[in-house]
C-alpha cells in the first residue's frame, strides 16, 4: 500500500476496478477498504457520468493514494462497459471488480493472490456475506456449498460444478491474461452482466483456486442495480445472458454443472420473474418462454423434483400456454411430458390395459368395497406394520393400492413381498413425484366403492374400517369421520372435543356440526367414490398440505357426513425430521401450506357460512398457521436467501388478507401483529413479537420493550387494525415500562417518545385513558414532555402495574365456593367477572369457562361466589380474573388460599366424590401440609394417594435434616475461626 504523499513507479501486483455511479454516501467506506488491503496494487476509480459527488470524493482519494487513478466517462455506458474501460486501463499481473457500494474484507485481496502464486492457476474465489438488513450479517446466497468453507487448490469445473452457483464478479480475483486470452469481457447495456463472464470463467480455466474465508461484504440496499428486478426490460436482459450462460456451460462436457445451474436458476430466479410475466411485452415473454423451454430440455427429472413445485409449475404453464388440457393432478400436460414420467412409464407394475381409472371403475359388485390408497416414500422401519394393520382388518373385502414414491431404502422390496403373500395388495410405482401425485395415482386404480387413505409409517386399529364402512352403509353419508390419535414412542394424544369428533353423528352437515372443518386431513375419513368423482376432488402437488384443499372441499359439498368418536388411526409422531411435520419449517413447505390454505380460506368464504368460517378461521390462524409459522421463526431467519423471505411473505400475505378482523382478534392481539409483520415483510420484527409470545424473550427487558414498540409502530405504518393498537400498546410497550421504572433506561424512554407520538396519531392515548391515573401521567409525559418528565412520572410512587390477585375460601354450599379478595382493588381497575382456561395434556386453554356468580366490589375488596359444577372433570383449569382499566379489558392469574393461609392453588383439576354433592379438587401442591390442610377443609375434598404423602413427607424430612446440618456447620466453621 503506498502512503499518503508518495509515489511508487513499480507495475502493480493486482488492479482493482471500481466503476461508480449514484454512491456518494457509500464510496469513501468502499475505498478505504480497499486502499488498507496490504498489497502492491492499483485502484482504477472508473466514474460513469456520476450526478452526485462521487467523482469529487474519487479525486480526495486519488490526491491521498498514490495506488488510486481516477478515470471518468463523459457519459453514462452502464456497470458493464465501465469495467471494460477499467480493464482496458489496468497493468497489474491480477485484476479484480468490486462494486463502489460494498467494502472488500481486510487482507482479502493479499490472501486469493497469495494463492494464485502458488497454485498458477487462472483465477481465485471465495464466500462474501452480505448486510443492510433487518436479519443482520449473512452469508451470499450464491457463496453456500460447502467448499467456500473447506477451500481447494488447482479444481476444475468437473472437481467442483456447484460452483456455478456463484455468479458474481467481485468474488474473484482473475488473472489479467487469462481474461484476455479467453476473451472474457463484460457484456454492456445489461443489468445482468456477471452471468455470462462467470460462466465463461469456470468453463474455460484450466484451473481455480477456493479460498476457504470471507473476501468480501454485500451491501444490501435500496436504489441498487439487484433492485427493481422485475420490469420487461432487466427480465428480457436476464433471459438473454442466463441463456447465453447455459450455452455456455453446455459446450463443456461437464453435465453435472449444468444440472446444478439449471437448479439454481429455476430455485431462485425463474420464481421471481415469471410472475410479472403478465404485464411484460410480448417480445419478452416469447424469449422467456424459449428460455424455459430450453432449462427444462437441458435438466434431468432429478433436477426438477429438487425445484419448489410451484415455481415448476408456473414455468412449465408459461412453456405450456393457457391451452393446453390440466391432469388430475393441476399440472399442465407438458409438465408430465417434460418429465418423461406420464402415466404410461414403465415404472407402474400393473399392465396398462389392467389399469383402471375413475371413471371406467368397474361398479362394486364386482370389486371391493373399500380401496386403500397407501403413498410410500423412505418408509422401510414402519412400512410392514402399516400394511399389516391394513391387511388385518375385521373386514376382507378391500384392496390395498401402494403407490411408492421411487423410494432409495428398501420399502418397494418390501411392498412387492406382500404383494407376492396377499393378492389384495397392488404395488405401484409413482408415476410422477411427491406424494399427492402418489394419492391421485391410486385413486386412479381404485375400485372400492369408498376410498380412505393411510400413509406408509402409520397404523390403523383393527376394527377401524368395519367400524367406518357400518356407519357408511347405515348413514348414506358422502363422507365418513372417524376419531384420531397421535403416537410418540412413550406417550399419545388425542382430543376429539377440539375437532367436534367426541359423539356419534350419522347424519350431520357443516351447519349442524361446523367444529368438523377444524380437521382437514384425509387419513381418518372414508369417502364414497362417486362423490369423489363427481365433485372432480383431487390432491394438489405441493411439498406440504395437499390434503387440506381437497378434505376441505370434501366436507363442504358433502350432502350428509358420519362421525364416529372411535379411533380409527394412529398418526405415528416419527423421530428425527423425515417426517412431513417434522419439516414444517422449511420454506418449500411453509409457502406450500400457506398456498393451500389461503384456497380453502376462498372456498370457505363462498360458503357464506357465519359460523363455519368462525370455526374455521380457528383452526387456521389459531392453530395450524400459527404453528407453521412458528416453526420458522423457531428454526431462525438467518439461513433465508432474499427470495425466499419474500415468498415468504407474500405467502402469509395471501391468507392473512382474507381474515376478517373478529378472527384476528380472537386469536390475540400479539399474535395477530405476528401475521400482520410477517405478512408486510417484516419477518424480523415478527419473529421478536413471537418470542415475546411464547414467553422465550422476557417482558420487562429493555430491548424488549423497544423492540414490541418499533413493531407496533411499524405495523400502523403498513395499515393495521386500529382497534389492535390499544390493547398491544397498553400490553407489551407501557405496562412493562412502568414496570422496569426503578431500573431507569433513559435510551428507552427516548424511543418510545418517538413511537408513543406515531401510536397517537392513530389511537389517541389520553382519549383512553381515565385521568388522574399514573398510566394516563406517563403517556402525556411521552407525548408532549421530556426524558426528565418521564422520569419523573415513572419513579413516583414505583411499583409492578399487574397487580397479584389473591382469593381466600370464606365457605361454600355445596359446590359453590365464597371467595373473598384479599386486598382493596386499585383506583381505575374494575373486577368484571372469573373465569378458567382448561388444559388437557400438551394442548393449553383449549377450553374457556366462565364461573358465574356476581361479583360485588366494596372499600375492602372483592368477593364472588364460583359455581365450580361448571368446570368439567378431566381438564387441568388455570383460574384467571377478568378486570377493566383505562386500556380495555385484561386477565390476570388469581391463586385461592384456604384457611389459615397453609395451602394455596391456582391450577385445579375437579373429580366426581361419590356418596355426596360436593365436587372434590386435587391441587399440585407439592408439600404434605399443604395436601394436609387442604384434606382437611369440610366441603372440598383433595384426591391424594398415600404413596404420594409419604413422598412428600420424605422431601420435608429431607429438607429439615439438610437445614439442620447447614446449621451445624456453620457453627463449626465460627468455632475455629473464633479459636484462631
Known amino acids: 500500500m503506498g502512503a499518503p504523499g508518495t509515489r511508487d513507479e513499480q507495475t502493480p501486483l493486482l488492479s482493482v476496478v471500481v466503476p461508480v455511479y449514484g454512491v456518494e454516501r457509500y464510496l469513501d467506506d468502499c475505498l478505504n477498504s480497499i486502499v488498507g488491503q496490504g498489497i502492491a496494487q492499483e485502484i482504477i476509480v472508473v466514474i460513469d457520468a456520476s450526478p452526485d459527488r462521487s467523482a469529487a470524493i474519487a479525486r480526495e482519494f486519488e490526491a491521498a493514494y498514490d495506488e488510486v487513478r481516477v478515470v471518468e466517462n463523459p457519459v453514462n455506458v452502464g456497470l458493464g462497459a465501465a469495467r471494460n474501460v477499467g480493464l482496458g486501463h489496468a497493468r497489474g499481473e491480477y485484476v479484480t471488480f468490486p462494486d463502489s457500494d460494498d467494502i472488500v474484507a481486510p487482507g482479502a485481496y493479499a490472501a486469493l493472490v497469495a494463492s494464485l502464486e502458488r497454485s498458477g492457476s487462472d483465477f481465485a474465489t471465495a464466500y462474501a456475506d452480505e448486510f443492510g438488513t433487518a436479519s443482520g450479517r449473512q452469508r451470499y446466497w450464491t457463496t453456500r456449498p460447502a467448499v467456500y468453507d473447506t477451500g481447494a487448490e488447482g479444481a476444475t469445473l468437473a472437481d467442483l460444478p456447484e460452483l456455478v452457483y456463484d455468479h458474481t464478479a467481485w468474488t474473484k480475483v482473475f488473472r489479467r491474461e487469462f481474461l484476455v486470452r479467453e476473451d472474457i469481457r463484460w457484456p454492456e447495456a445489461t443489468k445482468c452482466e456477471d452471468v455470462v463472464p462467470s460462466m465463461r470463467a469456470y468453463a474455460r480455466a484450466a484451473a481455480f483456486d477456493v479460498v476457504p474465508r470471507c473476501m468480501y461484504l454485500y451491501r444490501r440496499r435500496p436504489g441498487s442495480i439487484t433492485t427493481g428486478l422485475a420490469s420487461s426490460r432487466t427480465i428480457l436482459d436476464w433471459a438473454v445472458q442466463v441463456r447465453a450462460a447455459l450455452r455456455e456451460l453446455n459446450s463443456v ?20 420473474r415469471i410472475k410479472p410475466l403478465g404485464e411484460a411485452d410480448s417480445e419478452t415473454r416469447t424469449v422467456a418462454t424459449e428460455f424455459v423451454a430450453e432449462l427444462l430440455e437441458a435438466s434431468d427429472a432429478a433436477t426438477l423434483r429438487r425445484v419448489p413445485s410451484a415455481t415448476l409449475t408456473a414455468a412449465l404453464e408459461l412453456l405450456a400456454g393457457p391451452e393446453q388440457e390440466a391432469r388430475h393432478d393441476g399440472l399442465p400436460v407438458a409438465l408430465l411430458e417434460a418429465l418423461r414420467l406420464t ?74 413381498a406382500w404383494a407376492r403373500r396377499d393378492t389384495r395388495v397392488v404395488p405401484v410405482r409413482n408415476p410422477g413425484s411427491g406424494g399427492a401425485q402418489a394419492r391421485n395415482a391410486g385413486l386412479e386404480l381404485a375400485a372400492g366403492r369408498y376410498v380412505i387413505f393411510c400413509d406408509g409409517d402409520d397404523l390403523v386399529p383393527r376394527h377401524a374400517y368395519r367400524s367406518l364402512l357400518d356407519l357408511a352403509e347405515r348413514s348414506g353419508a358422502d363422507v365418513t369421520v372417524g376419531g384420531f390419535q397421535r403416537v410418540w414412542t412413550s406417550s399419545t394424544w388425542s382430543d376429539p372435543r377440539m375437532y367436534g369428533l367426541d359423539r356419534r353423528l350419522e347424519r350431520t352437515t357443516l351447519d349442524l356440526s361446523p367444529r368438523l372443518i377444524r380437521n382437514r386431513t384425509c387419513w381418518n375419513r372414508l369417502i364414497r367414490r362417486e362423490f369423489w368423482a363427481e365433485h372432480r376432488l383431487h390432491f394438489p402437488t405441493t411439498p406440504r398440505g395437499n390434503d387440506m384443499l381437497p378434505m376441505t372441499a370434501a366436507m363442504l359439498f358433502a350432502r350428509s357426513i358420519a362421525v364416529t368418536p372411535e ?47 368462525r370455526e374455521y378461521w ?52 400479539r399474535r395477530a401483529l405476528v401475521f400482520h409483520l410477517a405478512a408486510h415483510g417484516h419477518l424480523d420484527l415478527a419473529r421478536i413479537v413471537w418470542e415475546r409470545e411464547v414467553g422465550k424473550r422476557p417482558a420487562g427487558a429493555s430491548a424488549s420493550i423497544s423492540a414490541s414498540a418499533e413493531a407496533i ?49 392513530e389511537v389517541p392515548l ?31 410512587n414505583p411499583y409492578r402495574y399487574r397487580p397479584k390477585f389473591v382469593a381466600t375460601v370464606a365457605g361454600s354450599r355445596g359446590r359453590v365456593l365464597h371467595l373473598r379478595g384479599k386486598g382493596p382493588v386499585r383506583p381505575g381497575v374494575r373486577v368484571l367477572r372469573l373465569e378458567a382456561l382448561g ?61 389459615g393461609g397453609t395451602s394455596s392453588l391456582s391450577v385445579v383439576r375437579p373429580m366426581r366424590v361419590a356418596g355426596g354433592p360436593e365436587l372434590g379438587l386435587r391441587t399440585f401442591a407439592s408439600g404434605a401440609a399443604r395436601v394436609a390442610a387442604a384434606a382437611r377443609w369440610r366441603s372440598v375434598r383433595v384426591g391424594r394417594r398415600a404413596k404420594k404423602l409419604r413422598v412428600y413427607r420424605a422431601v420435608e424430612w429431607r429438607i429439615l435434616r439438610a437445614r439442620k446440618n447447614r446449621r451445624k456447620a456453620a457453627l463449626l466453621n465460627a468455632s475455629r475461626k473464633a479459636g484462631a
Not at 265 to 272: H, K, L, T
Not at 355 to 360: L, M
Not at 624 to 631: I, N, R, S
Not at 640 to 662: N, W
Request: hydrophobic share 45%; charged share 30%.
Open 766 to 796: 389520553q382519549s383512553t385513558a381515565a385521568p388522574a391515573t399514573r398510566e394516563v401521567r406517563v403517556a402525556e409525559a411521552l407525548l408532549h414532555g421530556e426524558s426528565n418528565d418521564v422520569w419523573r412520572e415513572a419513579h413516583r
Open 253 to 272: 462436457d461437464v453435465s453435472e454443472a449444468v444440472q446444478f445451474f439449471v437448479e439454481k436458476v429455476m430455485r431462485y430466479e425463474v420464481a421471481s
Open 839 to 899: 388444559s388437557e395434556g400438551k394442548q393449553r386453554d383449549v377450553h374457556r369457562q366462565r364461573l358465574f356468580g356476581r361479583v360485588s366490589v366494596n372499600e375492602t375488596g372483592w368477593s364472588v361466589d364460583a359455581d365450580l359444577a361448571a368446570l368439567e372433570p378431566g381438564y387441568d383449569w388455570r383460574l384467571r380474573v377478568v378486570v377493566e382499566d383505562a386500556f380495555g379489558e385484561l386477565e390476570l392469574p388469581v391463586r385461592i388460599e384456604w384457611p
Open 567 to 613: 379411533v380409527v388411526y394412529h398418526y405415528r409422531a416419527r423421530p428425527g425430521g423425515s417426517s412431513m411435520t417434522a419439516r414444517l419449517g422449511d420454506v418449500r413447505s411453509l409457502i406450500g401450506y400457506f398456498v393451500q390454505e389461503r384456497l380453502c380460506a376462498v372456498l370457505v368464504a363462498d360458503d357464506d357460512r357465519s359460523v363455519l368460517a
Open 618 to 669: 380457528h383452526a387456521a390462524l389459531g392453530s395450524d398457521a400459527w404453528a407453521t409459522l412458528g416453526k420458522l421463526m423457531q428454526d431462525g431467519l438467518d439461513h433465508l436467501a432474499k427470495d425466499d423471505r419474500a415468498a415468504v411473505s407474500d405467502a402469509v400475505a395471501g391468507l392473512v388478507s382474507l381474515a376478517p378482523f373478529e378472527a384476528l382478534e380472537r386469536i390475540g392481539a
Open 343 to 416: 402415466a404410461t412409464d414403465a415404472a407402474v407394475v400393473r399392465p396398462a390395459a389392467e389399469r383402471v381409472t375413475a371413471s371406467s371403475a368397474p361398479a362394486a359388485e364386482n370389486g371391493p368395497m373399500v380401496s386403500v390408497v397407501m403413498p410410500t416414500f423412505d418408509v422401510d422401519p414402519w412400512v410392514d406394520a402399516c400394511i399389516r394393520s391394513v391387511l388385518e382388518q375385521t373386514m376382507d373385502d378391500l384392496e390395498l393400492i401402494v403407490v411408492d414414491d421411487h423410494s432409495t431404502d428398501g420399502t418397494w422390496d418390501k411392498v412387492l
Open 713 to 761: 409502530s411499524t405495523a400502523m405504518v403498513d395499515g393495521i387494525d386500529r382497534r389492535l393498537v390499544g390493547k398491544l400498546w397498553r400490553d407489551d410497550v407501557m405496562r412493562p415500562f412502568i414496570d422496569v421504572s426503578h431500573a431507569w433506561d433513559g435510551e428507552l424512554a427516548e424511543r418510545l417518545m418517538v413511537f408513543a407520538s406515531r401510536v397517537d396519531q
